[in-house]
């Protein structure tokens, strides 16, 4: 059974302390690990796509990395504004379109 | 990306009554999806809106209790019937871009908060 893990539940960090937040998956045939930031009452905003192992992107002050088992998010000198939820996801190789989810990870930086 | 909006935003129900929710898309896709999040937790998707077609529901998720519609490719809606509390959750709607030519990549509406009094 596909399944996503995402650790810590929550991390709080003082601006500018960077940070990682894990992704842990299991999935037949991986066809994408999706990253989200979700901010409080509002629809999960999409950040990056990874495909296969040892891709990474960067956005900004966030770099998401990925390896076989697992995914990273590092934050770099994070600020208060990116205070969110962060999602990962994962699709499978049925290329039904559905997203298992993690439990997300929830983040504050505080000034 | 494709911008997708929902209505309505948020809703206060009452027990056995039903509520339709609407998902518009600026573009046309080839996939919409219909997604749950209940309060704390993170999001489990109900069912795939197929245009055309009857909708594709998850394990314990039926046509009788969340009914789709998807007249077109840029139009989807969900109802909630017969809600109890439980029914209580943000709704979300989602769609897969590969038909604007970038795969694989799903954008999310803003949601929709269903409270059930």
């Known amino acids: 059974e596909d399944q996503v893990t995402q650790s810590p539940e929550a991390l709080r960090l003082q601006e500018g302390e960077s940070s990682s937040l894990n992704c842990s998956y299991t999935v037949s045939g991986l066809r994408g690990l999706f990253w989200y930031r979700q901010d409080p009452g509002k629809g999960p905003e999409f950040l990056f796509t990874?495909?296969?192992a040892g891709e990474e992107k960067e956005k900004e002050r966030l770099k998401a990395t990925l390896t076989k088992k697992e995914s990273f998010l590092h934050i770099t000198a994070p600020k208060p504004e990116d205070s969110a939820t962060y999602l990962c996801?994962?699709?499978?190789?049925?290329?039904?379109?559905?997203?298992?989810f993690g439990q997300g990870t929830t983040l504050q930086v505080k000034p | 990306s494709a911008v997708i909006s929902q209505k309505p935003s948020r809703d206060i129900c009452q027990r056995g009554t039903s509520l339709t929710i609407q998902c518009q898309v600026d573009?046309?896709?080839?996939?919409m999806f219909w997604y749950r999040q209940q309060p704390g937790q993170s999001l489990t998707l109900i069912a795939t809106a197929n245009q055309g077609s009857e909708a594709t529901y998850e394990s314990g998720f039926v046509i009788d209790k969340f009914p789709i519609s998807r007249p077109n490719l840029t139009f989807s809606t969900l109802t909630v019937s017969n809600m109890s509390p439980e029914d209580s959750s943000i709704y979300l709607c989602s769609v897969d871009s590969r038909l604007a030519g970038v795969t694989d990549t799903q954008y999310f509406g803003p949601g929709t908060r269903l409270t059930v009094l």
């Open positions: 990874l495909y296969s």
């Open positions: 996801a994962v699709q499978g190789s049925s290329n039904t379109g559905k997203l298992i």
């Open positions: 573009s046309q896709v080839t996939m």
